[in-house]
């Protein structure tokens, strides 16, 4: 099948297209990126205060070096011509001075306005070399020269890669136009400045992106260890809450019927009951002590270990609990954060049997075997004293933290007609 004209036609103008749109974009529309997003600071340092009353608060080592260039070019490129003119014995004046402006002034405009500079260069250089055409061949002077190519590094340093292959196609198309002779050499220095100012471009963008890359995993970082404060901090405060409230709740309930009308029992136990709640607060006030220690307000007091679980095991009882404890192997000297574990999964687990199997009997036994220490608490009450047995409470939850912070393991769920929970917590000088 013949393909008809339209088809044939539209390759053509895609490809036209494709070919325009840059050139456009390098003489029209284009704009190159912010002169400080990829400039360093130490060529913007900040004005002497000696040189305060200036209205400026930075100076800009970029176009100061840019001026002083621009000045000797025209200087050396007037002289230049000027003696050119003298050995062909014309009388030129003014058009030597256009001709030197020409050659150089773009360059003052490179820093801020690369592609108004290039612009600027492409539509001044052509008719410069009207004036020195008649001294010259090649036409172009050595001033030119070296304004066109800063122009075009800083172009190519900061626009997007389409603007740079226009301002390539069209330096081209004029060095041709204007000295077909020379376009080898223009047209290999252009495309060795367009693509040394290309890679530079790409290697400051990879080197912004890296930056930017860094400072996303610190500000993760940073919301990661919030988080984790958050967890730990809500980890202690239920563990010191949950069991004293569970332990004043049941009092609370058993207090008027052991008391029976007895103002005398009914007394004591709302002593009782007080100083349960007052040592609910003190916990609390050591527990937020020491986890504010970064501000330097903490407290002082220790944290509770192993060695007030005679007290956790009175206070079980008081509350109802049938409590049997045994310890075995050489509990002393175990390190803080074990000590610390042990005792709050041991609440916690006393804490459970009151909330959910009120007056069972509980049996725990801590015992140490070389470098692990094993916590086992055990209730006969049925399952219904998980109370936990649909979804995971946040009792256990924060018992699986703890032991997954030393390295350990644990274990809870029904055993016969009871509840157990198991974990071993290993022994490192690093807890």
Same mark, same amino acid.
């Given at each position: ?210 930056? =930017? ?10 919301? =990661? ?51 349960? +709640? ?24 220790? =944290? ?42 041991? =609440? ?36 219904? +004293? ?46």
């Amino acid at each position: 099948m013949t393909p008809t004209p339209a088809r044939r036609i539209r390759p053509v103008r895609e490809a036209a297209a494709r070919l325009a749109h840059p050139l456009v974009e390098a003489l029209v529309t284009g704009a190159a990126d912010p002169a400080g997003r990829l400039r360093s600071r130490r060529l913007r340092p900040r004005m002497p205060r000696a040189l305060g009353l200036l209205p400026f608060r930075t100076i800009d080592l970029v176009l100061l070096a840019d001026l002083a260039l621009t000045f000797t070019l025209f200087d050396a490129g007037l002289s230049l011509l000027r003696d050119e003119a003298i050995r062909a014995h014309l009388p030129l004046g003014g058009e030597l001075t256009f001709a030197a402006l020409a050659f150089s002034l773009p360059l003052a405009f490179r820093g801020r306005w690369p592609l108004a500079a290039w612009r600027m260069a492409i539509l001044l250089i052509p008719l410069g070399t009207v004036v020195s055409r008649q001294l010259s061949d090649p036409p172009y002077s050595t001033a030119a020269a070296v304004m066109y190519v800063l122009v075009v590094y800083a172009v190519a340093v900061r626009s997007e890669r389409h603007i740079t292959v226009g301002v390539w196609i069209v330096s081209v198309l004029v060095a041709w136009v204007i000295h077909p002779g020379s376009l080898a050499v223009v047209t290999g220095i252009v495309t060795v400045t367009v693509l040394f100012g290309h890679n530079v471009r790409a290697r400051r963008l990879a080197v912004g992106l890296l930056a =930017q890359e860094e400072r996303r995993s610190r500000q993760a970082l940073a919301g =990661q260890a919030v988080l984790e404060e958050r967890a730990r901090i809500a980890r202690e405060l239920h563990d010191v809450v949950a069991h004293h409230m569970s332990v004043i709740a049941i009092q609370a309930e058993a207090v008027p019927l052991r008391a029976a009308g007895d103002a005398e029992h009914l007394e004591e136990g709302l002593r009782e009951i007080r100083a349960l +709640s007052l040592a609910a607060m003190t916990e609390m006030r050591r527990v937020l002590g020491v986890l504010r220690e970064g501000d330097g307000h903490a407290d002082i007091a220790p =944290q509770p270990g192993l060695g007030r679980l005679e007290e956790l095991v009175d206070t079980a009882r008081s509350a109802g609990l049938i409590v049997t404890l045994k310890l075995g192997g050489d509990l002393t000297g175990l390190p803080t954060a074990v000590s610390l574990s042990a005792y709050r999964i041991a =609440q916690e687990s006393l804490s459970n049997a009151m909330r959910h199997a009120p007056g069972s009997a509980v049996s725990m036994r801590i015992a140490r075997y070389g470098a692990e220490l094993h916590v086992q608490v055990t209730n006969d009450a049925g399952r219904r +004293s998980t109370g936990e047995g649909g979804h995971m409470g946040h009792g256990l939850i924060g018992m699986r933290e703890r032991v997954s912070v030393l390295g350990g393991s644990l274990w809870a769920g029904p055993v016969g007609t009871g509840f157990a929970v198991t974990a071993i917590l290993p022994i490192t000088e690093d807890a």
